[in-house]
């Protein structure tokens, strides 16, 4: 390269087809959807944009002709912006002068020097994708969308300029029905990609501390190497109860609360500290608003996440398990606001049997999720007599189980109080 007149250097460097693992170039065939299934770090978020460029351009062997509406959906607003269009291996950082589009935040709008147009759009409202109309859509981390089966609908109807509308769909595998819908359509053609086969772009410390955790284990399987991993058959919750009652937003609530699950240490090798939110409606249901876990977080770290979330859902109280931490658990907690009233419970039966009659309140559709919690539901869905497939102590599920238990199995100990979550 050295050797190189300095224009025949660059070119060659801003030339993807050149530099690309060739399972990050477009399949041959006639294909409508390209699904790139990765683990984390795998490179499908730069296979996804160097797709795009090379559409635009009308480049081979992305296109035969440029590409001049383009959709761009993410998870939500924010995650398409920071990941697909100012991510290191976003649209801003890839195209090379002469090439990069200008970005309009305001308007969510990229427009590149011969004319294309790009449109970012957010899972979290499908109808935002009603009315506007594409040559070709990215759409990244599919699996984790809000509102997955309205927005990839409303984004099919949307395709429908040029001679073949496509799409390139960048996701880390999970369970959802679309996805499987997805692999098992015809007219998709699906690549997979791990983690280990973009070593060399990764830190050492992430190799050293992520991969060699998870290696081998179903969460493993499923982060680093890219691979559907179907939900236990023994499993306690069911992800098709989840999907099914899953909500956008709670309606009116009259009870809150957040529920803590302490890990009995802390520092690096510490279980994760279990926070979720969930409140009882005025139509007699309950609704989880979230899971804001920590891994590995000292007292005062978890202490001031719990803290902050009691005050984002306006929530009555904190619900504390104590067996870990004894009194320990609310002196935390009045350190870091001492106006939140903690409610201290303590676990006589094992993990399992508390969480059953909770799953019974899902099987009977008395529960819903208030948008997407991916950790939380995969560790739901993979929660077995055993507890958790991968080995994993269930702390999200304590937390939630505290939550609902307090809210509809033992519903006198918190006091009513009427308001509006989302």
């Known amino acids: 390269m050295e050797s190189l007149p300095k224009e025949l250097a660059r070119a060659l460097l801003d030339d993807w087809a050149i530099w690309a693992r060739q399972e990050q170039l477009p399949p041959d065939g006639a294909w409508t959807s390209w699904l790139i299934l990765g683990g984390r770090g795998a490179g499908k978020t730069r296979a996804g944009a160097e797709w795009i460029r090379g559409v635009v351009a009308g480049r081979a062997p992305f296109a035969t002709r440029p590409a001049g509406r383009i959709a761009l959906v993410g998870e939500d607003y924010n995650d398409a912006r920071e990941v697909m269009v100012e991510g290191v291996s976003g649209l801003l950082a890839i195209c090379p002068d002469g090439e990069r589009p200008v970005w309009q935040p305001s308007r969510r709008r990229l427009e590149w020097p011969n004319g294309a147009v790009g449109q970012v759009f957010s899972a979290s409202d499908p109808e935002g994708l009603r009315g506007p109309q594409f040559d070709v859509a990215w759409a990244d981390e599919l699996a984790k969308w809000a509102n997955p089966d309205a927005t990839w609908d409303m984004l099919q109807f949307a395709l429908r300029l040029g001679e073949r509308p496509r799409q390139v769909v960048t996701t880390t595998p999970r369970c959802v029905p679309l996805l499987k819908r997805l692999i098992g359509d015809r007219r998709t053609v699906?690549?997979?990609?791990?983690?280990?086969?973009?070593?060399?772009?990764?830190?050492?410390?992430?190799?050293?501390t992520v991969v060699d955790r998870y290696q081998g284990t179903r969460l493993g399987r499923q982060e680093l190497e890219g691979e559907l991993v179907e939900d236990r058959e023994d499993a306690l919750f069911a992800r098709a109860q989840i999907d099914r009652d899953r909500v956008s937003a709670a309606p009116e609530l009259r009870r809150v609360v957040v529920a803590v699950d302490p890990p009995a240490s802390s520092g690096a090798k510490s279980a994760a500290c279990g926070i979720v939110a969930a409140g009882l409606g005025e139509d007699g249901r309950a609704y989880v608003l979230a899971d804001h876990t920590l891994q590995r977080a000292t007292p005062q770290a978890w202490a001031e996440k719990a803290v902050s979330l009691y005050h984002t859902v306006g929530a009555d109280r904190l619900v504390a398990e104590v067996n870990q931490g004894g009194e320990m658990v609310a002196t935390v907690v009045r350190e870091a606001d001492p106006?939140?009233?903690?409610?201290?419970?303590?676990?006589?039966?094992?993990?399992?049997?508390?969480?059953e009659p909770v799953a019974l309140l899902y099987a009977q559709g008395r529960v819903s999720h208030v948008g997407m919690m991916s950790e939380l539901e995969d560790q739901m869905c993979n929660f077995v007599p055993a507890g958790t497939a991968d080995g994993v102590s269930p702390d999200r599920i304590d937390a939630l189980v505290w939550a609902l238990t307090t809210l509809m199995l033992e519903p006198g100990g918190v006091p009513p109080r009427v308001r509006r979550f989302g």
Request: no cysteine; hydrophobic share 45%.
């Open 190 to 208: 699906t690549t997979r990609m791990t983690t280990a086969q973009n070593a060399d772009n990764l830190a050492a410390g992430f190799l050293e």
């Open 339 to 355: 106006t939140v009233p903690v409610a201290s419970v303590r676990a006589t039966r094992g993990k399992w049997v508390r969480a």
